[in-house]
Each structure stands twice: as C-alpha cells, then as structure tokens.
C-alpha cells in the first residue's frame, strides 16, 4: 500500500516538473516570438499611411512602391547577415539589438519631416523585421521540446498575424485624425517595441548555442528547466560529427537539400501575393470601389480573418504536419485569387465580392504557408549550420518580397486590367506550389531536429 502511495506521489511529483518544464519552454519561446508581434506590425502599418505620404511627398508609382519597398529593402539585409552575428554572439544578444532597432525606426518615422530620413528609418525597421524572421524562429526552434515545438515555433507566426491584425486595428483608428493620422500609426510601435525589450532580459541563452560554444554545463541547466534531459547528449553527439562546430559552411554540399526546400518555399509564400495585399489593402479595396472609410476598415476584417486561422493552424500543425496543411492552404489560395482575378476582370463599379474573396485567401494562406514557413525551415537544417540556414531561406523571402511590393503599384496604375493580371499571376503560381510539395518537400512533424537531419541523408 505504501509502495503504491509512493509511486503515485513520484508520479504526481514527474507530472508537475513535466508541466512546469512546459511552461517555462512556452514563456520564454512567446517572449522570443514578441519580435514576431513587432515584424508583423512594420509590415502591415505602412498600409494605411502609403497613399497620405504619396501625396504628402508628390511620389509616383514607381517612387511610391520604392517608399513602400524601402523596409524591405532593409528586411533583405538583415535577413542576409543576421545568421552570423547570432552565430558568433548569441541569439539572446541579437534579439535584444533587434528591440533597439524597432525602437529607433519607429520615433523615426513618426518624426521626421523628410522623404530620405523617412526612407532611412524605414530600412532600419526592415533591417529588425529580417533579423528578427531569422533570429526569432531560429531561437524558438531551440529552446523547445519535440512534442510542442511546432506550435511553439508557428506562435512566431501567430504573434506576425497578431501585429498585423493591430497595425490595421490602429490605422483604422488613427485613420480620422487628418494629415498627421499616419505619424501615430508609425509611433505607436514605440510601446511594443519597448515591452519587447524590457522582457528579453528574462529569457536564457539558446542551449543548443551553449553547446556549440562548449559552455556545456549552462546548456544543460536550461535543457533541464525546458524538459529536455536526453537532448544534450544527441546535440553533442552530432556537435563531435561534424568536428567544425560554428565553421562548417552551408554550401559544402552536404545540406543542398534543406537548401532546396527553404529556397522554393520561401520563394512560393510571396510568389501567392501575401504582401502586395498586406501592403496595399486599403488601395485593393478603393480599387474595388469601397469608399476611404470601408477601405480601411475593410483590412480589420482581413486581419482578424488571418489571426483566427492561424491559431486554428497552431492548434493542428503537431497533428496533421507540415505538408498536409501546406496541400490545403495551396488548394484554397488558389480558388480564392482566381476569384478575386475574375472580379478585377469585370468592369462593374463595385466588386463586392473582394471582400469574401480576400478573405478566404487570407484564412488559407494563415492555415498553411503562414503557420508553417518559419517552423519549417528552423527545423530541416542542422545545429552547425541553422543560423546560415535560417538567413538564407530568410533573405529568398524577403528579396521575392520586395519585388512583389515594389512592382505590385506600378502594375495596377499601368494598366486598367492590372488589378487581374495580378492577381492570375498569383493564383497560377499557386497550382506550381502545390505541386512542388505534394511531390517533393518532405514532413518533419514529431520527429526531433536531430532525426530530421538523419532522414534527409546529413551526416
């Protein structure tokens, strides 16, 4: 009887270190992920002042859709180089210089009076935002057990949708407040972005880059206090395998698979126009013949639509894997721009039915390539290399990015029809993308980071 009570206590006792280890895994990966609140709120926010700062400057499209692409322009950087100093320092480090970066861009430019300083603060903001699309999901990835790292990983996403669904939330509100409206749109981002950095002062430094830094003894610490007792020894063991540690290179030869399928699944998430619509919503639903008022508040919808069907997607992703949710999202999205593409291709004043349209592609688009890019692509690359990995199918990202929202205001002012050549062009590249995963890209759902590596032949 007394062996018995023994047992269920030490049972009782392992359940609540289980959830307490759980706990702690989720608080520190949601404070990592805050980067992820702000990354999605600079990118949406310029939706709503892009065509007061057109005028406010007298820019035509070509140099409007530069203005706009400007953050970006900085994303694509950041996303290049911040692999190596979150290599070389820490992802800890980083992402407290990516806080400082969000700040600075967002007293920028709600302040400055000029188009450069404008543009200059606008890349610095871009240069946090691809920092942080590389960082954030990298660390995450790291500091959680197998069992929840999906979900804790797609959080990242869930908290880029929550900064959008904000940022149209408050250019909405701001949108009544005149020619000035747009400075507190811009400067809101402040607060966040403050919290962010108040809060990485609570959070460990990534075990895994302990590890490859032989600092073995703080690495083990944080595993235990994730849950992870056994991952020290695998990381170990695949640290002595390479003998190279933070000097091995990503194009040795070794890993062009992952490279493959970080490359084209970055490239097809912006190839399906998520950020020409995230950009310009307001404009797509003037285009559509809704009046300034319902053109933003149209993009609230949008926003709410996206963040419903991403936690809907964290809530399935350790169940259904990657490569199912991704087949369902590509099937949707396409249906829904063509439909969208057919509307433009009418020539009626008002095509109610954007609304529905852009919406159903939003929740698609949420259920799948956003909920699962930036957990895909931590998890297929191995320890020595994940920060290279994660900036290079980061940098694919955000340069197809550019060139969508760079191109996509000179296209629908060039030509009557540009609202549904646009739009054909994203649903077609959709049928590719389907394609593509449904033969090519394999699942990495319930496996650990170390047996992925080992299924896709890296040694």
């Known amino acids: 009887m007394h062996a018995q009570s023994g047992n269920i206590n030490a049972e009782n006792t392992s359940n609540r270190r289980s959830l307490s280890n759980s706990r702690y895994a989720i608080r520190i990966s949601l404070i990592a992920a805050l980067g992820g609140f702000l990354f999605g709120f600079e990118t949406a926010v310029i939706s709503g002042a892009e065509k007061i700062i057109q005028q406010l400057w007298s820019l035509s499209s070509f140099w409007q859709g530069f203005t706009?692409?400007?953050?970006?322009?900085?994303?694509?950087?950041?996303?290049?180089?911040a692999g190596v100093p979150a290599q070389k320092f820490g992802r800890k480090k980083v992402l407290m210089v990516i806080a400082i970066m969000y700040l600075l861009s967002a007293i920028g430019c709600a302040l400055t009076s000029t188009w450069l300083l404008f543009i200059s603060f606008r890349v610095i903001g871009g240069l946090a935002v691809g920092a942080s699309s590389v960082v954030g999901p990298m660390y995450i990835s790291e500091?959680?057990?197998a069992h929840l790292r999906g979900r804790l990983a797609g959080s990242f996403q869930l908290m880029i949708v929550t900064g959008i669904f904000v940022a149209y939330l408050t250019n909405f509100l701001f949108a009544g407040m005149g020619d000035e409206g747009w400075r507190w749109m811009l400067g809101i981002m402040v607060i966040p972005a403050a919290l962010f950095a108040i809060l990485l002062?609570?959070?460990?430094?990534?075990?895994?880059?302990?590890?490859l830094n032989n600092r073995d003894h703080e690495a083990k610490m944080v595993f235990e206090r994730i849950g992870e007792d056994n991952a020290l020894d695998l990381i170990r063991i695949e640290h002595e395998s390479s003998k190279k540690g933070t000097k091995e290179s990503l194009f040795n030869g070794k890993f062009n698979k992952p490279i493959?399928?970080?490359?084209?699944?970055?490239?097809?998430?912006?190839?399906?126009?998520?950020?020409?619509?995230?950009?310009?919503?307001?404009?797509?639903?003037?285009?559509?013949?809704?009046?300034?008022?319902?053109?933003?508040?149209?993009?609230?919808?949008?926003?709410a639509a996206n963040?419903?069907?991403?936690?809907?997607?964290?809530?399935?992703?350790?169940?259904?894997g990657r490569k199912k949710l991704l087949l369902i999202g590509c099937t949707g999205m396409i249906v829904f721009l063509g439909l969208t593409a057919n509307a433009f291709s009418s020539s009626d004043g008002v095509h109610s039915g954007v609304l529905i349209y852009i919406i159903g592609f939003?929740?698609?688009f949420a259920f799948s390539q956003g909920a699962v890019i930036?957990?895909?692509?931590s998890e297929i690359f191995p320890n020595s290399v994940r920060s290279q990995g994660g900036s290079l199918g980061s940098f694919t990202h955000w340069i197809m990015a550019a060139i969508i929202s760079w191109t996509f205001p000179v296209i629908v002012e060039s030509s009557p029809n540009g609202g549904f050549y646009s739009f054909v062009f994203y649903s077609v590249m959709m049928v590719i993308s389907f394609i593509f995963i449904w033969?090519?890209?394999?699942?990495?759902?319930?496996r650990s980071l170390e047996q992925i590596q080992k299924e896709l032949g890296i040694k």
């Open 68 to 81: 706009v692409a400007a953050s970006l322009i900085g994303t694509v950087i950041g996303s290049l180089i």
């Open 143 to 145: 500091v959680s057990p």
């Open 201 to 211: 002062q609570f959070i460990p430094e990534s075990p895994r880059w302990l590890v």
């Open 260 to 303: 493959l399928y970080a490359v084209i699944l970055a490239m097809f998430n912006q190839l399906s126009g998520i950020n020409a619509i995230l950009y310009y919503a307001p404009r797509i639903f003037e285009m559509a013949g809704f009046g300034k008022a319902d053109a933003y508040l149209q993009p609230v919808y949008i926003g």
């Open 307 to 320: 963040l419903f069907f991403t936690l809907l997607a964290m809530t399935v992703i350790d169940k259904f």
């Open 362 to 364: 939003i929740a698609f």
């Open 374 to 377: 930036w957990v895909f692509i």
């Open 439 to 446: 033969r090519v890209m394999p699942e990495t759902k319930g």
